[in-house]
């Protein structure tokens, strides 16, 4: 099981604590923040995301938008294949799970196979063309989509979310005997669209536990231009933020980051996905991600899992955005397992 919150912070980042000290010291001169995110979050999770992406600091992005060559042509699989394949086991080597515990965060190639990442990308496609009334692909350029609880009552979309292959990989990551769904998430971050502000989950998810991760698989490939998820290393980073204020109204959080990894020399893991690479990330791996500077929609599934025997917290905050929709009936510091939250991993166990 990972402990990260014992991990003991390496000589090189308390070395560095100093200019994490000047960083705030510059930032006190500044208007007080607007901190106080107390009160819960009253609006869908689309209105989350459009709220959420607002934070980011935008001031590089910008230029023409490129255009990059098509998808590969592939034959698309049937849903039983598809089925297949996602209950098929993935295995884990033992680098990779120390890597994962050491830096928060891992990407493992050909978790899906061509075809399985197209096929998924077919349906999401059609899933926001018909919510959104528009196009992909450069139909809504500039906003962040979102859809989720979409496996409910779609079986394509269950396979991949509900995913032993997906979820075993998390437990194994976790070193957790048994992971539920927290929730789906299908983002598309469309042409034109700027950066994801730099956080780490664990603000978001009112998981009273560290045993979380989230299996980010994109539908497509996705190079540097279209703003691959970036991971800041190793996991322990997050320690030199801690103090950072979350401003609720502007760009402030997202650039005090920035500004303190920049100055304390730390490694940003920013590169791009093959077709069937999946990242996984800790709820205390501190990511961001560049704006999608191409005609593609950026279409990913996100998916979230944590460790059975896990507990909502005291205290949501609106930052944890739609949580209660995701766990209708489990209240604050509830064990967190409705009937929307199954067991995903061990196959077989029983999923409520
Ligand atoms: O897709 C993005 O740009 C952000 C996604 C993210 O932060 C997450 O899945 O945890
Ligand atoms: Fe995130």
């Known amino acids: 099981m990972l402990h990260a919150v014992e991990l003991t912070l390496p000589v090189s980042l308390r070395s560095l604590a100093i200019a994490t000290e000047n960083a705030h010291s510059d930032a006190a001169a500044a208007p007080a923040p607007d901190t106080d995110v107390s009160r819960p979050w009253d609006a869908d999770n689309q209105a989350w995301w459009d709220w959420y992406v607002s934070l980011a600091d935008n001031d590089d992005q910008a230029g023409e938008l490129q255009t990059i060559g098509p998808l590969p042509m592939v034959d698309m699989p049937t849903a039983a294949d598809v089925a297949a394949e996602l209950r098929s086991p993935y295995p884990l080597s033992v680098d990779d799970r120390a890597f994962f515990a050491e830096n928060g965060f891992i990407k493992l190639k050909q978790v899906m196979t061509p075809g399985t990442v197209l096929r998924l990308r077919a349906e999401i496609v059609r899933l926001l ?7 992909l692909d450069g139909g809504a350029k500039d906003r962040f989509l979102s859809m989720e609880m979409v496996w409910l009552d779609n079986p394509l979309i269950r396979e991949y979310v509900l995913s032993p292959r997906i979820a075993g990989i998390c437990a194994g990551l976790l070193g957790v005997p048994a992971v ?3 929730h789906d998430n299908i983002l598309s971050k469309e042409p034109g669209c700027g950066r994801t502000p730099w956080h780490f989950d664990d603000h978001h998810f009112p998981l009273a536990t560290h045993d979380v991760v989230t299996a980010w698989a994109p539908a497509q490939p996705i190079p540097l ?12 980073v997050h320690r030199l933020v801690e103090s950072v204020a979350f401003d609720k109204s502007n760009t402030s959080y997202d650039r005090q980051v920035a500004e303190i990894f920049r100055a304390n020399g730390v490694a940003v893991n920013e590169t791009s996905f093959d077709i069937g ?3 996984f990330h800790h709820n205390l791996s501190f990511h961001t991600a560049a704006g999608n500077r191409t005609t593609r929609s950026r279409i990913v599934l996100a998916n979230t899992y944590y460790a059975d025997g896990a507990r909502v917290i005291d205290q949501p905050t609106m930052v944890s955005g739609d949580w209660q929709k995701f766990m209708p009936g489990v209240g604050p510091g509830d064990l967190a397992a409705s009937d929307l939250n199954p067991i995903c991993w061990p196959v077989g166990a029983s999923r409520s």
């Open 180 to 182: 539920r769904l927290y």
């Open 277 to 279: 690479e999946v990242s």
């Open 129 to 135: 063309s018909a919510a959104f009334d528009t196009t």
């Open 225 to 236: 231009a279209m703003g691959p998820l970036a991971f800041a290393l190793p996991l322990d």
